[in-house]
């Protein structure tokens, strides 16, 4: 099976562990997707659900690592392949003067992304009229992983251990959204600016978009590298019925925002994250990714994983033939518009870890270099 079909098989149904404690802690709970294990699979690392419905009933199993660290993986009891995981961190042994433990305060995604949600509150997370159905901020924050608030201190410190230790290569940082029309961008901005004074290391942003375009050209003068602004789906219908609170800010207002800040970041170092199988079809999809490519936008595109404890947590994961149906020419209007992950700075387009996307785009690079 080609490497791109397998990792969306595997995203698709998840998988069982033999070993739940092989490679570094999986994510449970947080903003963006969680119940996953990080596995490096042919040289890319992805991240597979371990922790949902469909993964404890996976045909796919992943074997206890042998001594240097390789695990078989079988499907229905045949070997497919091996996997190996990404080592815990060093730095999640350390902790602030304030007896803060590191990684409650970001961690490790991927193979060597630093990850951080700056604000665990959102003002959308509040009510369960306006919540986002698929969002998890509030859990970790009530099963005590993470604190609620984290200071652009407290970032600096931990960034400059991740990356003296770990070789973290970039880092993520998002925001639950606080109550003002800057949407989140300012602590962002104070953030990126510490982060940046310790160490350096390229940044991804994450918001909605803020009120005013000059948030924009702060953020960049503040260190952030690249902006990530999430529409994760891309219909109105499908985003009302999907997340109340963050559907009140229309898709046509993300597109006046991405025009606006991608001649500040970059051509393809604005990005999107589009969550697939919430509804919205291959064909919708493509056509907002189509518009997106045109101005610049790098659009991400992941299969939706339920996350226990939400009221999403029963939705079925997309199928790895959807997925495909969606990737695939999405890679070619990727190649249409010059954009790489490659080439992106920061973030999770660079991380490419939650979807196959990548390793579309690799499998055309050999194939161009082939042909
Ligand atoms: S793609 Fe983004 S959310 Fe997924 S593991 Fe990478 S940095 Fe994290």
Known sequence: MPIEELINELQSCGARLVDPRAGAESRRGGAGPSDHKAVTIDGMTVMVPVHTAPAFESPYLVEKPDADGRSRITRDGLSIGEV?????????????????????????????????????????????????????IGQSLQAGRTIARKTPAQLAEVAEAAVRLDGIAHMVMTTGTPPGLDRGA??????????????????????????????????RAAGADALGMHLEAVTEAVRARIMPGKAQVPVERYFASFEAAVPVFGRGQVSTYILAGLGDTADEILAVCARLVAIGVYPFVVPFVPISGTPLESHPTPTAAFMDSILRPLTGLLAGGALRAVDVKAGCARCGACSALSTYERGQAHAGGRG
């Not at 433990?101 to 970001?106: C, D, E, V």
């Not at 990126?192 to 050209?217: N, R, S, Y």
């Open 84 to 136: 190996t995981f990404p080592r815990r961190p060093r730095f999640y042994d350390l902790t602030t003067a304030d007896g803060t433990p590191y990684s409650k305060i970001a961690v490790l995604h991927g193979r060597d992304v630093l990850a951080t949600t700056v604000l665990q509150t959102c003002v959308r997370y509040q009510s369960r009229t306006k919540t986002c159905r698929f969002c998890a």
């Open 186 to 219: 300012a602590i962002l901005a104070e953030s990126a600016a510490a982060v940046k004074a310790a160490v350096d290391l390229p940044i991804q942003v994450q918001c909605e978009p803020p009120d005013d375009d000059a948030w924009f050209g702060r953020l």
